[in-house]
C-alpha cells in the first residue's frame, strides 16, 4: 500500500484507478461548490403545499411590485403594503411570492385581491427561509453520496472522486476511499439541488383564483427596519441664536431591498404583543396612495395618528437592503436660545449632619429653548440625539456636546446638557444642624460660586429635596420650580464671586 500521488490525504492500492473526471459547471464551495448543470439553471419555484388537488404552480418577484408603502417605527419594525399584478390563472394555485422581508412575520401577513375580493381565497400559506447557502446545502447531503474535485498539479487536470459526507459541525466530515478526511478537501459537486432550498424568503399560498390575472395586496410586519432622529444645533457667538436641522436616519437591516418606496415613519412609544395581529386593509386603493407619494415636496408631512405622530416624506426613496439612509427632516434659523449653568446637590444632604466641604464642584451647562412656532419651531420632534456646534475665532466649527432628547411636543421647552463648566465652579458647606425629631431636621448652608471667565455668568443654584420643605432664610430670593425642588438664580461678575445662604427645614418621612 502506498500513499496517491493526488493529494488527497488518503490512502490508495497501488495502480487503482483515478476514477472517473468530471468537467465541473458551476463555481464550488471549500473553495468553491459546483451543483452541476441542473443547479446551475434559475431557481424553480418551491414546491406546492400538499393538497390532494393538482395546483399550478406560480411565481411572483421584485419585479411584479406596482407599489410598495413603507411604515417605518421607531422600534425596529416596520409595516411593509406592497401590490402586485399577477398572472395567476385560474383553480388551484400554488403562488410562490418571493422578495419579502428575511424577517417577516408570519402571523401579520395579509393578502388579498384589490380588483376582484370574492376572485381570490386563501387555502393555505407557508413561510419558507430555509435559504439556499454553502453550508445549508451541505446539510441537506449530510449522509449522502457527493463528488470531490481537486485540481492535480502533476496531471494538470482535476481529479474528481466519490465521497460520503458524514458530518458538518465545524466543518464537512468525509469518508472517500475508506478514511475519514477533514479540512479543505476540494471543490464538492453535487447530484441536484434539494427542492426544499431556496434562493431568498419566500412566502407560498394555496389559492383558490377565480380569474386570470389579478392585482393583489399584501401588507405584513417585519423586524430589522428601524429610523431615529439626529440634529445639528450651530451656536452664534454670542450663545443667544442658533441654527437647527434635523435629519432622518433610516437603517435597513431586513433582507429585502424596496425600490419607489412611500415612506412614512412613526414616533411614538407603540406596545406590542406576541404574536401580533394582522394588519386590517388598506384604507384607500393603491392608485390614491401612490398618487399622494408623488408630491413634489421633499420634506416630511407631520399630522397626528392616535397618540403618536407620523412623518410622511412627500417623494418616493429607495430604501434598499443594508444601507443607512439620511432624509432631511427640518430646518430652522435663528432660533432663541438660552445657556445655564447649573450646580446641583445632593438630595440627601439634609437629612444628617455633614461632616466635610464640597470643593470646586463642577457646574453642568445646558442650552434651552422652546419647540414653538414663535421660535420658529412648533414640529413635534422625535426622540434623537442633539449634536451642538460652535465656531471658533478662525471661523471652524467645533464639537461642543450632546445629548438625548425624548419625544418633544410643540410648545414644550427642552434642556440639553452640554456638558460640565471649566471656568465657573463652587464650594458648598453646612454651616448648621439640628435634629428637630425623627425624620425631621434643619440644617444651614452656604454656597460659594467664582467665575474666572472674563464675562458674567449666570448661575442657578439648584437645591433637590426628599421630602417636604420650607426655606426658612436666605440671601437670595428663591424659586419654587416644582414640589421637590428650589433654586437661586445667581448673577456672577466677570472674575468674580457671590455667597448664597440659606436655613431649609425638612421632613423627609
Given at each position: 500500500?502506498?500513499?496517491?500521488?493526488?493529494?488527497?490525504?488518503?490512502?490508495?492500492?497501488?495502480?487503482?484507478?483515478?476514477?472517473?473526471?468530471?468537467?465541473?459547471?458551476?463555481?464550488?464551495?471549500?473553495?468553491?461548490?459546483?451543483?452541476?448543470?441542473?443547479?446551475?439553471?434559475?431557481?424553480?419555484?418551491?414546491?406546492?403545499?400538499?393538497?390532494?388537488?393538482?395546483?399550478?404552480?406560480?411565481?411572483?418577484?421584485?419585479?411584479?411590485?406596482?407599489?410598495?408603502?413603507?411604515?417605518?417605527?421607531?422600534s425596529n419594525f416596520a409595516l411593509v403594503r406592497e401590490a402586485r399584478r399577477l398572472s395567476l390563472g385560474t383553480?388551484?394555485?400554488?403562488?410562490?411570492?418571493?422578495?419579502?422581508?428575511?424577517?417577516?412575520?408570519?402571523?401579520?401577513?395579509?393578502?388579498?385581491?384589490?380588483?376582484?375580493?370574492?376572485?381570490?381565497?386563501?387555502?393555505?400559506?407557508?413561510?419558507?427561509?430555509?435559504?439556499?447557502?454553502?453550508?445549508?446545502?451541505?446539510?441537506?447531503?449530510?449522509?449522502?453520496?457527493?463528488?470531490?474535485?481537486?485540481?492535480?498539479?502533476?496531471?494538470?487536470?482535476?481529479?474528481?472522486?466519490?465521497?460520503?459526507?458524514?458530518?458538518?459541525?465545524?466543518?464537512?466530515?468525509?469518508?472517500?476511499?475508506?478514511?475519514?478526511?477533514?479540512?479543505?478537501?476540494g471543490r464538492f459537486i453535487f447530484p441536484e439541488l434539494p427542492g426544499n432550498l431556496l434562493a431568498r424568503p419566500?412566502?407560498?399560498?394555496?389559492?383558490?383564483?377565480?380569474?386570470?390575472?389579478?392585482?393583489?395586496?399584501?401588507?405584513?410586519?417585519?423586524?430589522?427596519?428601524?429610523?431615529?432622529?439626529?440634529?445639528?444645533?450651530?451656536?452664534?457667538?454670542?450663545?443667544?441664536?442658533?441654527?437647527?436641522?434635523?435629519?432622518?436616519?433610516?437603517?435597513?437591516?431586513?433582507?429585502?431591498?424596496?425600490?419607489?418606496?412611500?415612506?412614512?415613519?412613526?414616533?411614538?412609544?407603540?406596545?406590542?404583543?406576541?404574536?401580533?395581529?394582522?394588519?386590517?386593509?388598506?384604507?384607500?386603493?393603491?392608485?390614491?396612495?401612490?398618487?399622494?407619494?408623488?408630491?413634489?415636496?421633499?420634506?416630511?408631512?407631520?399630522?397626528?395618528?392616535?397618540?403618536?405622530?407620523?412623518?410622511?416624506?412627500?417623494?418616493?426613496?429607495?430604501?434598499?437592503?443594508?444601507?443607512?439612509?439620511?432624509?432631511?427632516?427640518?430646518?430652522?434659523?435663528?432660533?432663541?436660545?438660552?445657556?445655564?449653568?447649573?450646580?446641583?446637590?445632593?438630595?440627601?444632604?439634609?437629612?444628617?449632619?455633614?461632616?466635610?466641604?464640597?470643593?470646586?464642584?463642577?457646574?453642568?451647562?445646558?442650552?434651552?429653548?422652546?419647540?414653538?412656532?414663535?421660535?420658529?419651531?412648533?414640529?413635534?420632534?422625535?426622540?434623537?440625539?442633539?449634536?451642538?456646534?460652535?465656531?471658533?475665532?478662525?471661523?471652524?466649527?467645533?464639537?461642543?456636546?450632546?445629548?438625548?432628547?425624548?419625544?418633544?411636543?410643540?410648545?414644550?421647552?427642552?434642556?440639553?446638557?452640554?456638558?460640565?463648566?471649566?471656568?465657573?465652579?463652587?464650594?458648598?458647606?453646612?454651616?448648621?444642624?439640628?435634629?428637630?425629631?425623627?425624620?425631621?431636621?434643619?440644617?444651614?448652608?452656604?454656597?460659594?460660586?467664582?467665575?474666572?471667565?472674563?464675562?458674567?455668568?449666570?448661575?442657578?443654584?439648584?437645591?433637590?429635596?426628599?421630602?417636604?420643605?420650607?426655606?426658612?432664610?436666605?440671601?437670595?430670593?428663591?424659586?419654587?420650580?416644582?414640589?421637590?425642588?428650589?433654586?437661586?438664580?445667581?448673577?456672577?461678575?466677570?472674575?468674580?464671586?457671590?455667597?448664597?445662604?440659606?436655613?431649609?427645614?425638612?421632613?423627609?418621612?
Amino acid at each position: 500500500m502506498t500513499e496517491s500521488t493526488a493529494g488527497w490525504g488518503v490512502r490508495e492500492p497501488r495502480g487503482a484507478s483515478r476514477g472517473r473526471r468530471e468537467k465541473t459547471l458551476c463555481a464550488g464551495i471549500f473553495p468553491l461548490i459546483a451543483l452541476g448543470a441542473l443547479a446551475c439553471s434559475s431557481t424553480p419555484p418551491p414546491a406546492a403545499p400538499s393538497t390532494d388537488i393538482a395546483a399550478t404552480a406560480r411565481r411572483s418577484v421584485a419585479a411584479d411590485r406596482e407599489h410598495v408603502a413603507l411604515t417605518v417605527y421607531n422600534s425596529n419594525f416596520a409595516l411593509v403594503r406592497e401590490a402586485r399584478r399577477l398572472s395567476l390563472g385560474t383553480g388551484r394555485v400554488a403562488l410562490a411570492y418571493e422578495d419579502v422581508s428575511a424577517h417577516v412575520q408570519p402571523a401579520t401577513v395579509h393578502l388579498r385581491s384589490l380588483d376582484a375580493p370574492d376572485g381570490l381565497s386563501v387555502l393555505e400559506q407557508n413561510y419558507r427561509y430555509d435559504l439556499l447557502t454553502p453550508e445549508t446545502l451541505l446539510e441537506k447531503y449530510v449522509g449522502r453520496r457527493v463528488k470531490i474535485a481537486r485540481y492535480n498539479e502533476k496531471l494538470g487536470t482535476d481529479e474528481v472522486k466519490d465521497a460520503e459526507l458524514l458530518g458538518m459541525q465545524n466543518g464537512p466530515v468525509l469518508r472517500i476511499d475508506g478514511e475519514v478526511v477533514t479540512g479543505n478537501a476540494g471543490r464538492f459537486i453535487f447530484p441536484e439541488l434539494p427542492g426544499n432550498l431556496l434562493a431568498r424568503p419566500t412566502l407560498v399560498w394555496l389559492l383558490e383564483s377565480a380569474r386570470e390575472n389579478q392585482k393583489v395586496e399584501l401588507s405584513y410586519l417585519t423586524a430589522n427596519l428601524s429610523w431615529s432622529a439626529d440634529y445639528v444645533l450651530v451656536l452664534d457667538p454670542s450663545d443667544t441664536k442658533a441654527d437647527l436641522s434635523g435629519w432622518v436616519t433610516l437603517d435597513n437591516q431586513s433582507g429585502t431591498s424596496f425600490t419607489n418606496a412611500q415612506l412614512s415613519l412613526v414616533a411614538g412609544e407603540v406596545q406590542r404583543v406576541t404574536p401580533p395581529p394582522p394588519p386590517p386593509p388598506m384604507p384607500m386603493p393603491m392608485e390614491e396612495a401612490a398618487q399622494d407619494a408623488r408630491q413634489t415636496s421633499a420634506s416630511f408631512r407631520q399630522e397626528a395618528l392616535f397618540e403618536y405622530h407620523l412623518y410622511t416624506l412627500q417623494r418616493p426613496a429607495d430604501v434598499l437592503d443594508k444601507e443607512q439612509k439620511q432624509v432631511s427632516l427640518l430646518e430652522a434659523h435663528g432660533i432663541d436660545v438660552k445657556k445655564k449653568l447649573v450646580l446641583h446637590n445632593n438630595e440627601y444632604a439634609f437629612q444628617s449632619q455633614s461632616h466635610g466641604d464640597t470643593k470646586n464642584q463642577k457646574l453642568s451647562a445646558y442650552l434651552v429653548f422652546e419647540n414653538s412656532e414663535q421660535n420658529r419651531l412648533g414640529m413635534p420632534l422625535p426622540a434623537g440625539i442633539v449634536r451642538v456646534y460652535k465656531a471658533d475665532q478662525g471661523g471652524a466649527q467645533q464639537f461642543v456636546g450632546e445629548d438625548r432628547i425624548e419625544h418633544t411636543p410643540r410648545d414644550e421647552k427642552l434642556e440639553i446638557k452640554l456638558g460640565e463648566a471649566f471656568d465657573v465652579v463652587g464650594d458648598r458647606r453646612q454651616t448648621t444642624w439640628r435634629s428637630l425629631g425623627k425624620c425631621s431636621g434643619e440644617s444651614a448652608w452656604q454656597v460659594d460660586l467664582r467665575n474666572h471667565k472674563d464675562a458674567a455668568a449666570r448661575v442657578e443654584v439648584l437645591e433637590t429635596v426628599s421630602g417636604e420643605y420650607q426655606v426658612v432664610e436666605s440671601s437670595h430670593p428663591v424659586l419654587r420650580p416644582d414640589a421637590k425642588s428650589f433654586t437661586f438664580e445667581v448673577d456672577v461678575p466677570a472674575r468674580g464671586a457671590v455667597q448664597v445662604t440659606y436655613r431649609v427645614r425638612v421632613r423627609w418621612c
